[in-house]
């Protein structure tokens, strides 16, 4: 009876943080999914207390509350969805210790799992994977073996193709193999499933991997290298991998051919200047020799991309280089690029190099004056405000006076622009908001007005 009461009162505790009925929103979701964080923890210490048996029909109220609670929430970001997850691997867990078949509770996951209407299990039998035990395990695996088997039972007389030249059941019943192989760390099963098909690059990644993960760095490298050649072979798709020139350039350095290593680096990032790549430069390049590979990169960047040259000044300071080249450039070509590159210039630049900062800075404001989108006219005229104190500041007023010009002549019917761009011009301090009172009466009057 004592033990009943239990499990009436965290019954009404789930219900509780659950709150069937009531939407959650957006921004509410985290703080909701915080709450029922808490009950699991409650959850988890009865199964650590060795009351796995109690546990796990708690586990399953919850997990069935959590489905009734799907269309309840704007689960956006994620965070029931993840809740969920944890929440079913601790309910495995949970009918282990308590000394559940194994065949009824991996039949239990297969049937959750196809019975996802929500997108809960998206996944989970990595995580499944990790967690079963031995006869689970094989019977767990064995499920998705005979589905395969059934699925290439038509093919077994032919050669073996790619991966995604085979029916959607064989490619869903291979890649769930393979990701539970990859969750074990077993490389031995791995491979004898891939015996069935033609490797594919992404299949090198993961098997170099494997081998990394053991200290085979040679190895690993050789499977990095089939992968790079299978890569040429045609179009993969979801069986290509983006991975494995990192990983060479690591794997290189992990066997002593760091020379190699920093090649393969330099090589990739002169095909494609990023910021992220020239981390990976500095990394690879010998302290000594630092500064040799930081002018190389910063000339590579400059000749091939200014989104990325500006991306590369910013992290390394290099205002001085920064605002040579873009007092080079014209103001229109810095109109084509993202605020999130140009604004972090234009502040880095403002104190030291003011003319090129109001040259950034007009910029910035005339991107959104050509484009039209009003909404944004109030950052438009900040950075035009800027502009043109920057302007001032570097004694170079024309500057802003050939901008006051261009504006006049191209936008002066932009009615929600204009007037205050003009009240800039005309030197005169922004106008301050109307207070909510103001605004508020003003609505009133518009609303009850004919």
């Known amino acids: 009876m004592k033990r009943r009461k239990k499990n009436d009162r965290m019954a009404a505790t789930i219900e509780r943080v659950l709150n069937l009925g009531h939407f959650v929103p957006y921004e509410c979701s985290w703080e909701f999914t915080d709450d029922l964080y808490r009950v699991k923890k409650e959850l988890d210490a009865l199964v650590a207390e060795g009351e796995s048996e ?40 949970a009918r282990q210790k308590a000394g559940c078949a194994a065949a009824e509770t991996v039949q239990q996951v297969l049937h959750w799992m196809e019975n996802d209407d929500y997108g809960f299990c998206y996944k989970v039998e990595e995580e499944v994977a990790k967690v079963l035990n031995k006869e689970g395990f094989i019977l767990f695996q064995g499920h998705f073996q005979k589905q395969l088997d059934t699925a290439l039972a038509p093919f077994k007389d032919e050669v073996s193709k790619p991966l995604p030249d085979y029916p959607s059941e064989a490619v869903l019943s291979a890649r769930t193999l393979k990701a539970i192989h990859l969750a074990r760390k077993d490389l031995r099963a791995y491979l004898a499933l891939c015996e069935s098909f033609s490797l594919s690059p992404r299949d090198c990644e993961k098997i170099a991997a494997l081998y990394k993960g053991n200290r085979k760095y040679g190895d690993a490298l ?102 040579e080249h873009l007092d080079s ?102 106008s301050v908001p109307d207070s909510f009172e103001k605004r508020a009466r003003k609505r009133w009057k518009k609303q009850v007005s004919k």
């Open 54 to 93: 109690r546990a796990v029909s708690l586990y399953e109220l919850f997990l069935a509350g959590c489905y009734e609670k799907a269309e309840e929430i704007d689960d956006s970001g994620g965070s029931l969805g993840d809740f969920f997850e944890s929440l079913f691997i601790s309910w495995v867990e």
């Open 222 to 323: 050789e499977w990095v290298e089939r992968g790079f050649s299978l890569a040429q072979e045609r179009e993969w798709k979801n069986e290509s991998s983006r991975l494995l020139e990192s990983m060479k350039q690591e794997l290189l350095r992990k066997v002593g051919r760091t020379d190699e290593a920093l090649q393969s680096v330099w090589t990739q990032f002169e095909k494609h200047p990023s910021v992220y790549g020239y981390s990976d430069l500095l990394k690879y390049a010998p302290k000594k020799e630092r500064a040799h590979w930081h002018a190389k990169a910063m000339e590579a960047a400059r000749q091939n991309s200014l989104s990325e040259f500006i991306e590369i000044c910013v992290k390394t300071k290099e205002w001085e280089a920064l605002s």
């Open 329 to 430: 450039i014209e103001r229109t070509t810095l109109e084509a690029l993202t605020h999130y590159v140009t604004e972090k210039a234009a502040k880095g630049l403002k104190r030291k190099h003011p003319l090129v900062a109001a040259k950034v800075y007009a910029a910035l404001g005339m991107r959104i004056v050509k484009s039209g989108k009003s909404k944004y006219y109030t950052h438009a005229l900040s950075n035009l405000r800027d502009a043109k104190k920057l302007g001032e500041k570097a004694r170079h007023p024309e500057v802003w006076l050939a901008l006051v010009e261009e504006v006049r002549k191209d936008h002066s019917r932009k009615h929600s622009f204009i007037g205050d761009f003009e009240e800039i011009a005309a030197d005169r301090p922004a």
